[in-house]
């Protein structure tokens, strides 16, 4: 299984609501990963997990906020969003985050804030 | 900080070779990847080559590094109307990833 998944596939929300997305991966991986990609853009980096434990926060801001259950998931958390976070978000799995372990990407979330 | 450029258009006819450039900065990238999306889809990994190769073959996929000239580049043989899609290079450095805008790839019939 080299499968990533996560859901919803779509979501609609208000700046008023919140809601989570979730991804995950039953390839054993320990590493995990949050992307951002805007139309046409390629994915900016929001967040790393390594062994469920946070290693890397590219600066970005707290109405966003990423949870590691366990090795098999990883959710986002968005609370008061604006128009301007409507994109496509990625999940991404890998071995480890270090070296060249590839990572698995899953077919993302698109989201939009209205 | 780090910065990945490419083309942003390509566009061949079916059963031509393709060929996608890529140029980075960062000198001690270990690793450096071409990634395939295709529309509504996430990230799917073609191949990657470590610095100290020169090339890579993989099927209809060579890639080439010149480290001197900071330049990579995929050749895609007998390219297909289903090869459509953007293409993104990216180095790794210590566990991140940085992406190029991504080349649209268009094959006409």
């Known amino acids: 299984d080299t499968e990533v998944t996560q859901t919803p596939k779509h979501l609609v929300m208000g700046m008023t609501n919140k809601k989570s997305l979730k991804c995950e991966q039953h390839?054993?991986?320990?590493?995990m990963y949050w992307y951002k990609q805007k139309a046409k853009k390629p994915p900016e980096l929001m967040f790393v997990?390594?062994?469920?434990?946070?290693?890397i926060n590219e600066s970005v801001p707290s109405r966003f906020s990423p949870e590691c259950p366990n090795s098999s998931l990883l959710n986002l958390h968005l609370h008061a969003l604006q128009p301007e976070d409507s994109a496509l978000y990625l999940c991404?799995?890998?071995?480890?985050?270090?070296?060249?372990?590839?990572?698995?990407f899953g077919p993302g979330t698109r989201l939009t804030v209205t | 900080g780090e910065d990945v450029e490419q083309s942003l258009f390509l566009s061949v006819r079916e059963g031509d070779s393709s060929v996608i450039n890529c140029t980075y900065t960062?000198?001690?990238?270990?690793?450096l990847y071409w990634y395939k999306q295709e529309p509504g889809a996430g990230l799917q990994l073609l191949t990657y080559?470590?610095?100290?190769?020169d090339m890579k073959q993989d099927q209809r996929l060579t890639v080439l590094l010149n480290k001197k000239d900071k330049h990579l580049s995929l050749r895609i043989a007998d390219t297909q109307t289903g090869d459509s899609a953007i293409y993104f290079c990216?180095?790794?450095?210590?566990?991140?990833?940085?992406f190029g805008d991504g080349t649209t790839l268009t094959v006409k019939p």
């Open positions: 390839m054993g991986h320990r590493a």
């Open positions: 990216a180095e790794k450095d210590a566990g991140k990833s940085t």
């Open positions: 080559i470590f610095s100290n190769m």
């Open positions: 960062d000198s001690s990238s270990t690793y």
């Open positions: 991404a799995s890998s071995t480890e985050s270090s070296g060249s372990y590839e990572q698995y």
């Open positions: 997990y390594s062994y469920e434990k946070l290693s």
